[in-house]
């Protein structure tokens, strides 16, 4: 079974037609994963996932592998392919899930906690109330979703495996935001850190809750951006106007970077006829933190948001520069369904790993911006809060 969102035209729910062609797992695929599920279930554990209906009481579970296969639950790798691809990998991830209060330290919370934990992939033994039916939903939060069970019980299999440093991290009584960012300085990718922050393992004893990974995706993207900036603050400034750009399933972002101190603006802009956008114009969404940052959630983009802002914070961290930085991201016709943030978060990673363009004048650089986006710069300009700024070198 697909789980498809419907729009104005199918029925005026949601932005997601379900006329337009999805790439969705084929009757094969469909019919071949449904073999292998069964009421008793044994595989790998790749990461948890919590959900959010019925807070504070959800559903919670590791997530397992159907087959073994590379990279079925790390987005860090999945640049490049297309959307069959992820699809199918996707496919081969079984949901099993609990209702569990989000307090609760019982056995089972327990034992996910140390699956969330560990090294790699632990073995887990599974029965499920029926045999899991096989589905795929989609999410513009979190990666797409395939089968799900409700669990009878769980038993890990495996000695689970908990590098020494990180269990010392998590060990020590202090807050969740400072123990993911020590993790994070450990070489861990936010995707791990998100289930870790999300299985209840972090923060101070008395603190410590399941958190629905929805949450904890942004979650970490703001920890540790924010961690980051704090010391981008102190930095010296760029001295020219740097231009990245990098594009993936037709999501294309233009980054600017001009002399100052940091500030930080993100643009979203939908095509006409893509599945966010039913105007006859192309959306522009505007968000803006100031140098000492936001105060308030950023609703019109939500994950979006913190997802662009992270890869340019670490940007500036690497090369010991702070910056008045620009994020234009265009989405066309061809990001027909949603995958998740982390398309956001992985195009942007991409886009400083390209070599830059450089310019002497701000005019230079924003006719070259102008010559990579599909909306004129002008129209940009006109939200710009950064862009308006009138400032003393203009003046010399």
Known sequence: MVSVPSCPLCAGRRPFCIHKS???????????????????????????????????????????????????????????MDY?????????????????????????????????LAKKPA?????????????????ESFQPMGPSGLLEKMRVTDNVSIPVRVE????????????????????MDVYR???????????????????????????VDDIIAKKLMSQVRTYPSVNDYIVFESQYLDNHFVILMMPGSWEF???????????????TQSKIIEEYEPHHGRTSYAESQAGGYYAARLPAVRYLDSVKRQARVISFREVGEGYSVPLGVWVVR????????????????????LNYCDSLLRIPIQAYKKQSRILQQRRLTEWA
């Open 22 to 80: 999805y790439p969705f797992p084929s009757p094969t695929l469909e019919k071949d994963i449904q073999g292998k599920l069964k009421k008793d279930f044994f595989g790998p554990s790749y990461s948890v996932f919590i959900g959010r209906r019925g807070y504070p009481n959800i559903l919670a579970g590791p997530m397992l592998g159907i087959e073994p296969k590379e990279g079925l639950d790390s987005p860090s790798t999945w640049f490049g």
């Open 193 to 219: 850190l998100a289930s870790i922050l999300s299985s209840g393992t972090l923060g101070l004893q008395e603190n410590k809750k399941l958190v629905p990974s929805r949450w904890s995706v942004t979650g």
């Open 346 to 365: 992985q195009t942007a990673e991409h886009a400083f790993k390209q070599p830059p363009k450089r310019f002497a004048t701000i005019e230079e650089a």
């Open 123 to 139: 073995d887990v033994e599974t029965s499920f109330r029926r045999t899991p039916q096989f589905s795929f939903s989609l999410s």
């Open 168 to 187: 010392r991290i998590v060990s020590d009584e202090l807050k969740a935001g400072e123990q993911a960012f020590l993790l994070y300085q450990q070489g």
């Open 265 to 279: 603006e993100n643009f979203e802009a939908w095509a006409p006829g893509s599945n966010w956008s039913t105007q």
């Open 84 to 116: 069959s691809k992820i699809i199918e990998l996707r496919s081969f991830l079984l949901r099993s899930k609990k209702v569990e209060g989000i307090r609760s330290s019982s056995k089972f919370v327990q034992e996910m906690q140390e699956l969330a």
